[in-house]
C-alpha cells in the first residue's frame, strides 16, 4: 500500500532526506508509482510512494539464490569473529575462479578496467561507467535484499570479487574502492587509482 516519506525513513532508520533522493530515482526508473494523499486540509498534499503491481516477478530462481545466499551470509556473520574480513576473503578467491573460468590474463590497466566492468555486468551489476572505466556506477545488485540485511558480508564479498579480479589481471587490487550504497540508487566503484602490471 502507498506509504509517505517519513513513514518509510522511520521504518528503514534512515534520514528522510536520504529516503527522498533514492524515491526519486526509482520514481525516473518506473520502479516505483508515486501518487498525492488525499487532501486533509491547507496546503499540497504530501507525496505517497508504493511498488509498480504491473511489474514482473522476479524469476523464482532468483529468489532461491537470494534465500541461500541470506542463509549463508547470517552464518557468516554470526559465526565468524571477523566476518568483513572473512567475507572478503571469499569474495577474493571468487574473483580469482571467475579470471581462470573466463580465462582472463593479466593485462594494461585500462583493459583490466575493461574486464572487470565486463564480468560485473555478466553478474547482473548493471555498471554505468564513465569513458574510461575509472568510475563505475553499480545500478543493480544480485543480492540486494541480502545486502541491506548484512553489508559487512556481501558488500565485503563483492569487494573482494573486485579485488581477485584485478590480481588475476596484474592489476594493484588495494587501487579499488568500493562504496556500498553510496549514491541514490547505485553502489560506486573507483578505479581512478588502478596501476599498471604487478611486478612478480
Known sequence: ???GVDDIASRLGLHVNTVRLHLDFLTEEGLVLRERAPG???GRPAWLYRADPTRPEPDPRVREYGA???ALA???ARTSTHPDEDARAAGV???RREAVSR???ATTPATARR???GVLDDLGFAPATNSRRTVVHLQSCPLLDVAREHPQVVCQAHGGLIAGLLESLGSDPASARLHPFSDP???RLDLAAAQGIASS
Request: with cysteine; aromatic share 4%; glycine share 16%.
Open 185 to 187: 540508487g547505485s553502489c
Open 40 to 42: 486533509s486540509g491547507p
Open 74 to 76: 547470517a552464518h557468516i
Open 68 to 70: 541461500l545466499a541470506g
Open 115 to 117: 574486464d572487470v566492468v
Open 1 to 3: 500500500s502507498p506509504a
Open 93 to 95: 578467491d571468487w574473483g
Open 103 to 105: 580465462r582472463l590474463q
